[in-house]
Protein backbone atom coordinates (compact mmCIF):
# COMPACT_ATOMS: atom_id res chain seq x y z
CA UNK A 1 0.00 0.00 0.00
CA UNK A 2 3.04 2.14 0.70
CA UNK A 3 2.55 5.61 2.61
CA UNK A 4 0.65 7.51 0.32
CA UNK A 5 -0.69 10.97 0.96
CA UNK A 6 -2.43 13.85 -0.48
CA UNK A 7 -1.31 17.02 -0.45
CA UNK A 8 -3.02 20.47 -1.37
CA UNK A 9 -1.97 24.10 -2.37
CA UNK A 10 -4.27 26.39 -2.02
CA UNK A 11 -3.62 29.91 -3.61
CA UNK A 12 -4.32 33.67 -2.82
CA UNK A 13 -6.78 33.86 -5.57
CA UNK A 14 -8.32 30.95 -3.34
CA UNK A 15 -8.24 28.20 -6.40
CA UNK A 16 -6.43 24.81 -5.36
CA UNK A 17 -4.01 21.91 -6.71
CA UNK A 18 -4.20 18.75 -5.34
CA UNK A 19 -0.71 16.73 -5.57
CA UNK A 20 -0.22 12.95 -4.67
CA UNK A 21 2.96 11.73 -3.15
CA UNK A 22 3.09 7.37 -2.91
CA UNK A 23 5.58 7.74 -0.21
CA UNK A 24 5.32 10.26 1.48
CA UNK A 25 3.19 9.89 4.31
CA UNK A 26 5.89 9.07 6.99
CA UNK A 27 8.23 12.19 7.36
CA UNK A 28 5.55 14.52 6.19
CA UNK A 29 6.09 16.36 9.80
CA UNK A 30 9.87 16.39 9.02
CA UNK A 31 9.58 17.53 5.07
CA UNK A 32 7.80 20.77 6.44
CA UNK A 33 9.92 21.49 9.06
CA UNK A 34 11.76 23.02 6.09
CA UNK A 35 9.31 25.99 6.44
CA UNK A 36 7.23 27.31 3.55
CA UNK A 37 8.87 27.74 0.93
CA UNK A 38 10.66 24.52 0.58
CA UNK A 39 8.13 23.18 1.10
CA UNK A 40 5.80 24.37 -1.67
CA UNK A 41 8.87 23.22 -3.67
CA UNK A 42 8.65 20.16 -2.59
CA UNK A 43 4.82 19.56 -2.93
CA UNK A 44 4.79 21.47 -6.51
CA UNK A 45 7.50 18.98 -7.82
CA UNK A 46 4.94 16.16 -6.83
CA UNK A 47 2.78 14.78 -9.97
CA UNK A 48 -0.78 17.12 -9.23
CA UNK A 49 -4.10 14.55 -9.69
CA UNK A 50 -7.57 14.72 -8.85
CA UNK A 51 -7.14 11.21 -7.03
CA UNK A 52 -8.55 12.36 -3.18
CA UNK A 53 -7.39 9.08 -1.03
CA UNK A 54 -9.78 8.17 1.21
CA UNK A 55 -9.89 7.04 5.08
CA UNK A 56 -7.99 3.39 4.84
CA UNK A 57 -5.74 4.83 2.09
CA UNK A 58 -4.37 8.45 3.01
CA UNK A 59 -1.65 7.74 5.85
CA UNK A 60 -0.83 11.03 6.03
CA UNK A 61 -2.13 14.80 4.35
CA UNK A 62 -1.15 18.28 4.24
CA UNK A 63 -2.27 21.50 3.16
CA UNK A 64 -0.76 24.95 2.49
CA UNK A 65 -2.91 28.10 2.36
CA UNK A 66 -0.98 30.69 0.91
CA UNK A 67 -3.60 33.39 0.97
CA UNK A 68 -4.60 32.84 4.67
CA UNK A 69 -1.24 31.82 5.98
CA UNK A 70 -2.71 28.08 6.93
CA UNK A 71 -0.99 24.62 7.17
CA UNK A 72 -3.02 21.97 8.11
CA UNK A 73 -1.21 18.05 8.67
CA UNK A 74 -1.82 14.69 9.58
CA UNK A 75 0.08 11.73 9.62
CA UNK A 76 -0.29 7.95 11.21
CA UNK A 77 3.32 7.74 12.05
CA UNK A 78 6.89 9.62 12.60
CA UNK A 79 7.37 12.38 15.27
CA UNK A 80 4.75 13.94 15.37
CA UNK A 81 2.47 11.13 16.28
CA UNK A 82 5.20 9.91 19.22
CA UNK A 83 3.94 10.75 22.50
CA UNK A 84 7.75 12.12 23.52
CA UNK A 85 7.88 14.22 20.47
CA UNK A 86 4.40 15.13 19.74
CA UNK A 87 4.69 18.61 21.43
CA UNK A 88 8.23 19.50 20.29
CA UNK A 89 7.25 18.77 16.68
CA UNK A 90 4.56 20.97 16.45
CA UNK A 91 6.63 23.80 18.13
CA UNK A 92 9.18 23.54 15.95
CA UNK A 93 6.48 23.46 12.73
CA UNK A 94 5.02 26.89 14.36
CA UNK A 95 8.94 28.15 14.73
CA UNK A 96 9.85 27.14 10.82
CA UNK A 97 6.34 28.73 9.93
CA UNK A 98 6.29 32.79 11.43
CA UNK A 99 3.00 33.56 11.18
CA UNK A 100 1.19 31.06 10.04
CA UNK A 101 -1.41 28.97 11.81
CA UNK A 102 -0.25 25.27 12.16
CA UNK A 103 -3.07 23.23 12.99
CA UNK A 104 -3.66 18.86 13.06
CA UNK A 105 -6.23 17.54 10.70
CA UNK A 106 -8.13 14.63 13.13
CA UNK A 107 -9.81 13.75 11.11
CA UNK A 108 -7.55 12.99 8.35
CA UNK A 109 -8.23 13.94 4.46
CA UNK A 110 -11.91 14.13 4.96
CA UNK A 111 -10.79 17.21 6.94
CA UNK A 112 -9.07 19.00 4.39
CA UNK A 113 -12.09 18.88 1.80
CA UNK A 114 -14.22 20.55 4.65
CA UNK A 115 -11.79 23.43 4.74
CA UNK A 116 -11.90 23.39 1.26
CA UNK A 117 -15.86 23.45 0.96
CA UNK A 118 -15.89 20.23 -0.17
CA UNK A 119 -18.13 17.01 0.81
CA UNK A 120 -16.37 15.07 3.11
CA UNK A 121 -18.26 11.90 2.63
CA UNK A 122 -16.47 11.52 -0.49
CA UNK A 123 -13.51 10.22 1.18
CA UNK A 124 -15.05 7.92 3.89
CA UNK A 125 -14.88 3.94 3.96
CA UNK A 126 -18.42 3.75 3.99
CA UNK A 127 -17.36 -0.59 4.16
CA UNK A 128 -16.74 -0.23 7.30
CA UNK A 129 -18.85 -2.41 9.07
CA UNK A 130 -17.02 -3.09 11.82
CA UNK A 131 -14.22 -2.05 14.40
CA UNK A 132 -10.64 -4.10 14.88
CA UNK A 133 -9.69 -4.14 17.98
CA UNK A 134 -6.49 -6.28 18.41
CA UNK A 135 -5.75 -6.51 22.45
CA UNK A 136 -1.83 -7.34 23.72
CA UNK A 137 -1.12 -9.59 26.16
CA UNK A 138 1.38 -7.64 28.90
CA UNK A 139 4.81 -9.29 27.87
CA UNK A 140 3.97 -8.11 23.92
CA UNK A 141 6.95 -7.52 22.12
CA UNK A 142 5.73 -4.28 20.77
CA UNK A 143 5.31 -2.77 24.72
CA UNK A 144 8.83 -2.49 25.24
CA UNK A 145 9.60 -0.42 22.04
CA UNK A 146 10.58 3.31 22.82
CA UNK A 147 7.84 3.99 20.60
CA UNK A 148 5.39 1.52 20.00
CA UNK A 149 2.66 1.26 18.30
CA UNK A 150 0.06 0.55 20.93
CA UNK A 151 -3.73 2.44 22.18
CA UNK A 152 -4.27 2.21 25.64
CA UNK A 153 -7.73 1.55 27.30
CA UNK A 154 -8.24 2.08 31.33
CA UNK A 155 -11.83 1.51 32.32
CA UNK A 156 -13.12 2.63 35.22
CA UNK A 157 -10.15 2.98 38.28
CA UNK A 158 -9.11 -0.57 38.14
CA UNK A 159 -8.67 -1.87 34.59
CA UNK A 160 -6.17 -1.54 31.65
CA UNK A 161 -5.70 -2.54 28.50
CA UNK A 162 -3.73 -2.65 25.83
CA UNK A 163 -4.38 -2.44 21.98
CA UNK A 164 -2.38 -2.26 18.74
CA UNK A 165 -2.87 1.22 17.03
CA UNK A 166 -2.35 -0.68 13.58
CA UNK A 167 -5.66 -1.06 13.92
CA UNK A 168 -8.75 0.76 14.31
CA UNK A 169 -9.08 2.99 17.80
CA UNK A 170 -11.06 1.31 19.65
CA UNK A 171 -12.97 4.21 20.49
CA UNK A 172 -14.82 3.52 17.56
CA UNK A 173 -16.23 0.09 18.72
CA UNK A 174 -19.19 1.93 20.67
CA UNK A 175 -20.25 0.53 24.03
CA UNK A 176 -19.74 -2.78 22.43
CA UNK A 177 -15.80 -2.37 23.08
CA UNK A 178 -16.70 -2.99 26.93
CA UNK A 179 -17.89 -7.22 25.63
CA UNK A 180 -15.06 -6.84 23.78
CA UNK A 181 -12.53 -6.41 27.14
CA UNK A 182 -14.72 -8.62 29.38
CA UNK A 183 -12.26 -11.46 28.19
CA UNK A 184 -9.21 -9.50 27.36
CA UNK A 185 -5.92 -9.93 28.97
CA UNK A 186 -5.59 -7.31 31.97
CA UNK A 187 -2.66 -4.89 32.34
CA UNK A 188 -1.38 -3.61 36.17
CA UNK A 189 -0.43 -0.55 34.85
CA UNK A 190 0.57 0.93 30.98
CA UNK A 191 3.97 2.47 31.07
CA UNK A 192 4.34 2.66 27.57
CA UNK A 193 4.39 6.17 25.42
CA UNK A 194 0.74 4.95 23.63
CA UNK A 195 -0.36 7.35 20.49
CA UNK A 196 -3.94 6.98 21.65
CA UNK A 197 -6.22 6.00 24.59
CA UNK A 198 -9.65 5.50 25.49
CA UNK A 199 -11.02 5.92 29.20
CA UNK A 200 -14.42 4.70 30.15
CA UNK A 201 -16.20 5.03 32.71
CA UNK A 202 -19.27 2.60 33.11
CA UNK A 203 -21.02 4.38 36.15
CA UNK A 204 -21.54 7.87 34.84
CA UNK A 205 -21.56 6.80 31.22
CA UNK A 206 -18.80 9.11 30.20
CA UNK A 207 -16.15 8.02 27.60
CA UNK A 208 -12.59 10.63 26.67
CA UNK A 209 -10.46 9.33 24.16
CA UNK A 210 -7.42 10.81 22.55
CA UNK A 211 -5.32 10.26 19.34
CA UNK A 212 -1.96 11.23 18.16
CA UNK A 213 -3.09 10.49 14.60
CA UNK A 214 -5.97 10.68 12.84
CA UNK A 215 -9.33 8.76 13.14
CA UNK A 216 -12.18 9.06 10.65
CA UNK A 217 -14.85 11.32 11.86
CA UNK A 218 -13.31 12.25 14.95
CA UNK A 219 -15.81 15.27 15.43
CA UNK A 220 -18.61 12.48 15.21
CA UNK A 221 -18.29 9.81 18.17
CA UNK A 222 -20.70 10.85 20.31
CA UNK A 223 -23.00 8.51 17.36
CA UNK A 224 -20.97 5.49 18.01
CA UNK A 225 -21.81 6.10 21.81
CA UNK A 226 -25.63 6.77 22.05
CA UNK A 227 -26.96 7.76 25.52
CA UNK A 228 -22.81 8.00 26.20
CA UNK A 229 -21.26 11.50 27.18
CA UNK A 230 -18.08 11.55 24.68
CA UNK A 231 -14.90 13.89 25.18
CA UNK A 232 -12.61 14.22 22.36
CA UNK A 233 -9.33 15.12 24.13
CA UNK A 234 -7.63 15.43 20.47
CA UNK A 235 -4.16 15.25 21.37
CA UNK A 236 -4.19 16.01 25.41
CA UNK A 237 -3.06 12.92 26.79
CA UNK A 238 -2.69 14.13 29.81
CA UNK A 239 -6.52 14.21 30.35
CA UNK A 240 -6.01 10.32 30.29
CA UNK A 241 -3.65 10.10 32.66
CA UNK A 242 -5.55 12.79 34.70
CA UNK A 243 -8.77 9.99 35.34
CA UNK A 244 -7.23 7.07 35.02
CA UNK A 245 -5.78 6.65 38.69
CA UNK A 246 -3.03 5.79 37.99
CA UNK A 247 -3.84 3.04 35.61
CA UNK A 248 -1.51 5.34 32.58
CA UNK A 249 1.39 6.50 33.33
CA UNK A 250 3.54 7.19 30.19
CA UNK A 251 7.75 8.29 30.55
CA UNK A 252 7.97 11.55 31.59
CA UNK A 253 8.84 13.75 28.50
CA UNK A 254 11.91 15.99 28.65
CA UNK A 255 10.89 18.59 26.27
CA UNK A 256 14.31 20.76 25.12
CA UNK A 257 15.53 16.82 24.52
CA UNK A 258 12.45 16.02 22.72
CA UNK A 259 13.09 19.23 20.75
CA UNK A 260 17.13 18.27 19.84
CA UNK A 261 15.74 15.01 18.82
CA UNK A 262 13.46 15.70 16.26
CA UNK A 263 15.73 18.33 14.67
CA UNK A 264 18.32 15.34 14.13
CA UNK A 265 15.55 13.45 12.67
CA UNK A 266 14.90 15.72 10.25
CA UNK A 267 18.42 16.55 9.56
CA UNK A 268 18.78 12.85 8.90
CA UNK A 269 15.90 12.72 6.49
CA UNK A 270 16.50 15.66 4.94
CA UNK A 271 20.18 13.40 4.25
Known amino acids: MGD??????????GEHEL???????VGIDLDLLAGPTAAL?????????????????CQGAALIDLGRKVLLLFAWEGSSTELRHRAATLELLREAWPGWEVRWLYDGNAEVRAYLGLDPAFVRDRDAATCHVMLLEPDDEEL????????VLTVGSDQCFVASNANDHPVLAGPALLDRLADAPEHEVCRAAAQAGVHVDPVRRRV????????AEAYEMAERWPGWTVEFWQDRWEEHVRVAADRFQPPTVESELAREEVRAAAERHRR
Open 4 to 13: RANFVVVRES
Open 19 to 25: YLSRFGA
Open 41 to 57: AMVEALPATDWWLDDVH
Open 144 to 151: AEPEPMIA
Open 208 to 215: GWWTLGAT
